[in-house]
């Protein structure tokens, strides 16, 4: 009876002893996937210089407003594009958003539908774009305005 022990301990050394052929081999789970390694990418060698901005400008800036609120303030622009469905509104600071002879400049920048739409009503086409700024900001900005591809809408202090 004792022997029946000591021959499944001397059968598990011997199995064990066999399994560094099983270490680097394809049944293993742990060689699977190789070591890490560094490849090539499409990044420039100087990076990425730009950020391209595809939107275009809204067609025509129907309304404009700047409203204060403790700490700064909001600026509220609507547009009117050429037919429904533009998308991804957003006022976009020219001058890195730093005032130019006291003038905070703005783009109206909107992604065009990406399939044909309808022309129909002007309430229909109107599309919205907000901005929060901050007091400091604002400091020295006598006007701001916001740009559209047909006008531009101004207010000033």
């Known amino acids: 009876m004792m022997y029946r022990p000591l021959l499944a ?25 190789g070591q890490s390694s560094e490849v090539a990418t499409l990044t420039p060698d100087g990076g990425w210089t730009t950020q391209l901005d ?13 409203e204060r609120y403790p700490g700064g303030a909001i600026i509220r622009a609507a547009g009117i594009m ?7 509104a957003e006022l976009v600071a020219q001058n890195e958003g730093r005032p130019l002879d006291g003038v905070l400049t703005y ?7 990406r399939t044909q739409t309808r022309v129909s009503t002007p309430q229909s086409r109107t599309v919205s ?18 740009r559209g591809a047909q006008n531009a809408r101004s207010v000033r202090r």
Do not use: H, K
């Open 107 to 113: 783009e109206f920048r909107v992604a065009a539908p």
């Open 129 to 146: 774009a907000g901005l929060r700024i901050t007091d400091r900001r604002l400091d020295g900005v006598r006007t701001i305005v916001v």
């Open 9 to 33: 301990g001397m059968a598990l050394v011997l199995a064990l002893g066999g399994c560094a052929s099983i270490r680097d081999s394809r049944v293993n789970p742990f060689n699977w996937f």
């Open 54 to 66: 595809n939107r275009a400008l809204a067609a025509e800036i129907s309304d404009m407003a700047v």
């Open 82 to 88: 050429p037919t429904q469905g533009w998308w991804d």
